[in-house]
């Protein structure tokens, strides 16, 4: 049944800032029907981050999933994101400390490579490796299964969310490559959705516990030093792989924007366009998603 099909995935991460990229990856080493062939880390303290998502995998008892150290600044503009806060916790979990730096993109195009028409991309950071890697072999978009980014804002229909979303603005023309890229499927959990999955610090704190969740909370605990709250962008980018009717979805065009100075990285729609070579979620159940994610993650 196309339900129970193993799904191979790659994941590219700035896990260390926002919590979600942590929620995310508990999410992926608890889902049976997710094949991790690995992690990449990108933008500032790559290699703290890559520490980071090992002490996570330790933690789900993976010692067996390659994890890349990736490109720490953007292509043009300045660093956004310099270091990667939640590090402060890797004393208490164990933890590899031996990763070279900038192996994520070589490692990223060999494995991709070794597996044409298999591997589904999810990307929940900014996209300066995915852009290196499509912009130094172009063959690789049309070489990928699919493409699940959390990144954008679309619909815009929650007051006062604001017109650019951190992934996008993170790396402007190294997201202009990726979405210029032909693959197919293209599909973006914009921040317009994802802001519906929400939680509170003590929901959170009573839920987060067991295996790669005992990691996670300890992290989300530097989270909530400065947020009362945790907003499951990332996991729900992840989940839409797995059960994809947690969405509603709408097929047109993304162009990023480049030439202003006052918004580059804003991701501009455009649901008429003659051709729609991108996908985007307009909706999501956030009770089905919770019931989901956590579901998957309590196994």
């Known amino acids: 049944m196309a339900h129970e099909q193993i799904v191979p995935i790659l994941l590219d991460t700035d896990i260390g800032s926002d919590i979600d990229d942590a ?12 094949e991790l062939l690995g992690i990449t880390t990108v933008t ?3 290699k703290k981050r890559a520490m980071l998502a090992d002490a996570v995998c330790r933690a ?3 010692t067996d999933i390659p994890i890349h150290s990736g490109a720490e600044v953007p292509f043009i503009i300045p660093q956004q994101q310099p270091a990667a806060p939640q590090s402060e916790i890797l004393a208490d979990f164990p ?3 031996d990763f070279a730096p900038n192996t994520a993109v070589e490692f990223l195009r060999q494995t991709i490579r070794s597996r044409p028409g298999e591997i589904t991309l999810l990307t929940i950071g ?5 852009g290196l890697l499509f912009a130094l072999d172009p ?3 049309g070489m990928l299964k699919s493409m699940v980014l959390m990144s954008g804002v679309f ?4 007051p006062g969310l604001p017109r650019r979303e951190w992934n996008t603005m993170g790396d402007p023309h190294a997201s202009a490559i990726v979405y210029r890229a032909p693959v197919k499927p293209h599909v973006s959990i914009g921040l317009d959705v994802t802001m519906q999955c929400r939680m509170d610090l003590q929901e959170c704190r009573r839920r987060f516990h067991g295996g790669p969740l005992d990691v996670v909370g300890k992290m989300a605990e530097v989270w909530f030093r400065h947020v009362g709250e945790i907003t499951f962008h990332d996991p729900l980018a992840a989940a839409v792989i797995f059960q994809p009717d947690l ?4 097929d047109g065009k993304i162009e990023i924007e480049l030439l202003s100075q006052q918004v580059p990285g804003m991701a501009h729609w455009y649901p008429n366009a003659e051709e729609k070579p991108h996908r985007i979620a307009v909706g999501v159940d956030a009770e089905r998603f919770f019931a989901h994610y956590f579901a998957v993650v309590s196994q």
């Open 126 to 130: 900014p996209l300066t490796n995915i």
């Open 23 to 34: 929620v995310c990856l508990a999410y992926l080493l608890r889902q049976p029907r997710c």
């Open 95 to 97: 933890h590899r400390t």
């Open 139 to 141: 063959e690789i978009p």
């Open 60 to 62: 789900a008892g993976r």
């Open 44 to 46: 500032g303290e790559a």
């Open 247 to 250: 969405c509603q979805y709408q």
């Open 155 to 158: 619909t815009c229909v929650i």
